[in-house]
């Protein structure tokens, strides 16, 4: 059995980039999609009450499951490493389109799962520490935070997001349906396009 797995959790996420990423993924490599996990559940639930979980209690030798990226799955180490441990020991895999990950029932694989969810737990604590430790070292130096009062942002809250919005137009969606997948209005989509068009 092939599943196609994809999370929502925020407002500003969206199930339909998911599912566009893992369908195009499984027409390169030739693979048809048995059945879809839609779920709009926090990682950090407990896993038993999640459809996932439903899928992992079930999985067995040779199913496949596809996602976006291994993080859909859980954002935390232990959690990461709790499904993979489930999947991989029932002989299924894991295939995710962003990471390139292709986990198997094989030492190889387990091992790069661990290193995989032992390096983003340490990472992105690294990163909200030093976060803090910056914020904290500005502020404490009298430096107000944040934007002044009615100046204008120079940069679009797309710049971030250039890949994403090139990948949702190449996917077919119109100007208007990607703004509103972006959570942004269609002025300021199209002030960004055009800005991206003069470089």
């Avoid at 559940?41 to 499951?65: P, T, V, W, Y």
């Avoid at 990471?99 to 094989?106: A, T």
């Avoid at 976060?131 to 942002?153: C, D, F, S, T, Y």
């Amino acid at each position: 059995m092939i599943y196609g797995y994809i999370r929502v959790s925020a407002d500003n996420q969206n199930a339909e980039n998911q599912k566009c990423e893992i369908m195009n993924f499984a027409q390169q490599h030739s693979i048809t999609i048995d059945e879809w996990i839609e779920e709009n559940a926090s990682s950090m639930q407990d896993l038993q009450k999640r459809k996932l979980g439903k899928i992992i209690g079930s999985a067995k030798d040779g199913d496949l499951i596809i996602a976006s990226e291994l993080s859909q799955m859980g954002r935390n180490l232990l959690q990461v490493m709790e499904i993979l441990n489930y999947l991989l020991n029932s002989g299924a895999r894991v295939w995710t389109v962003k990471d390139g990950y292709k986990l198997g029932d094989d030492i190889s694989s387990k091992m790069l799962a661990f290193a995989f969810g032992l390096s983003a737990e340490i990472e992105r604590k690294m990163i909200s520490q030093r976060i803090r430790e910056a914020l904290a070292g500005v502020k404490a130096g009298g430096k107000a935070l944040g934007r002044p009062l009615g100046r204008r942002n120079t940069e679009s809250k797309l710049a971030s997001r250039a890949s994403e919005v090139q990948y949702l137009l190449s996917c077919g969606y119109s100007r208007a349906a990607v703004a509103r997948k972006l959570n942004v209005h269609r002025d300021t989509l199209a002030a960004f396009l055009n800005s991206q068009a003069g470089k």
